[in-house]
Every structure is written in structure tokens, then in C-alpha cells.
């Protein structure tokens, strides 16, 4: 289990993460249900993440960023172990093309960055808007106790880490005006 929040957040509120997510274990019924047998075998561990945040320049003369290093984690889920290897292998495919070529010239390599951005720049695009609907701390509290009550809603938010066509739905207004209706 892992707890995330963005580091400005956490410096601004003087949060402390690991004693948050025990306190939140302890006090979720779910999460209370979920760990009832668990025993902590060792300590916390705790690591910043080079979450996505935008486009930028992946490559240049001699070099590619893969993974971590070319920030490839999205911002809503934290998952960047498929990212990673999706543009290990895209790196993968821009050597072989640097060697037949020996070019390894930045305008080159530049079709690296290329397919990334076309593979998975999308998603993470998408992923990096979510968490402004979270700064409505209204609207987003009317959704989470909406989504508590509707099985149909936790579907959807579910499937929204998966499923790219339905995060994008999340973008959409009309999902949260039917939400908030009861439909």
C-alpha cells in the first residue's frame, strides 16, 4: 500500500505521510477490514516521484530518458513500472535504428520522444488534468460520497485507472452533472 500527495501539499500542511497512512489504515472501516491481520515487518519506506508533468524533451545527441528518469509515472495512479518498460523498449528499437544509421544525433533521436508521446504521452496527459478537479473540494467531496453509495460510480473511477477512454469521460462535465442528479 502507498500514499501519495504532491510535495508542495505536503510542505505547506506539514504532513507526515507514513503516521498518515497508519492513521488512515486504523480508521478506514475498508482499509481497518483489509489489514486486521497485517503486521508490520519493517519500517516505512518512503520515495518522491517523478510524476509526469507535461511534454519534454526525452532525448538529445547520445541520449534517452526511459522510465523514472524521463518522469513516465502517472499522477493519478502512481503506476510507472509499465511506462517503463514500454519506453525501454522504444529505446530499445531508437538504438538499433542509431547503430544501422550511426547517427545518434539529436534530431535523430528525436523519433524516440516521438513514440513515447504517442504511446503514452496521451494518458498521462490525461492523467495530469484529473487532479485539478480535485482542487473544487466541494465538488469533489460530492462525488467521493455519491461514489461510497453507487457501485456504478466505483466501477467507473476502477475502470478510470485502466481504461483510457473512460478517464477520458472523467474530463467531462456531463459525468459530473449525472452523478450529481442521481442518474
Known sequence: MGVGLDQKKIS???????DKMLEIIDTVPYLQDRFRNAELISKIQAYNLPLWDGKRSLSGDHFMLAGDAASLIDPVTGEGVGHAAISGMYAAEQVKRSLEKNDFSATFMHRYDD??????GKELDISLKIPRFIQYPWLFNVMINKALKSKTLQEKLSLAMSDLNVRKRLKEPSLYLKVLLGR
Open 12 to 18: 505547506q500542511r506539514k504532513i507526515n505521510l507514513k
Open 115 to 120: 513514440s513515447i508521446y504517442q504511446r503514452i
